[in-house]
């Protein structure tokens, strides 16, 4: 893996834009945005028998958060809301230099160069702080 925080495989992701619009009628959704630069996730999960079906969002953001919010929406589908929440402290935890959590998606690990550049921790965690938001909305407790 490369030092390079705009790596191929972050380009990539952002390009691919997976989960990229909305979905009708969601079972949760939020809206956040980062002050420090603009960036802003609008984010919507379905979520069927206790599992999450499909992730959708409108992002506008950097190639940093765009990729984020694609490689969210690629890989919570089938997943427990637990296991989404799991992500986001790992994601946060890598970005601390927290080297003790473990990652529950090992793709997660293409955000490794972005710890140098504090500045930009807030961009990489944008779409998972707002599944959590969506998440955190929603009337039943979270399991799994």
Excluded at 78 to 96: S, V
Excluded at 104 to 109: G, K, S, T
Aim: charged fraction near 20%.
């Amino acid at each position: 893996m490369t030092d390079d925080i705009y790596q191929a495989a972050i380009k990539e992701l952002a390009r691919a834009a997976h989960g990229a619009g909305r979905i009708n009628a969601p079972s949760a959704s939020a809206r956040l945005d980062n002050p420090l630069c603009g960036d802003r996730v609008t984010l919507d999960l379905a979520i069927e028998d206790g599992l999450i079906r499909a992730v959708g969002h409108e992002t506008r953001g950097c190639l940093l958060c765009r990729a984020a919010a694609s490689l969210l929406a690629r890989a919570a589908p089938g997943l427990a809301p637990a296991r989404l929440l799991a992500a986001q402290a790992g994601i946060a935890a890598l970005l601390q230099g927290d080297g003790d959590v473990p990652l529950p998606w090992p793709e997660l690990a293409i955000f490794t160069p972005a710890r140098a550049h504090r500045s930009r921790h807030g961009c990489v965690l944008l779409a998972f702080r707002a599944a959590a938001a969506a998440l955190a909305s929603l009337d039943n407790p979270i399991s799994g």
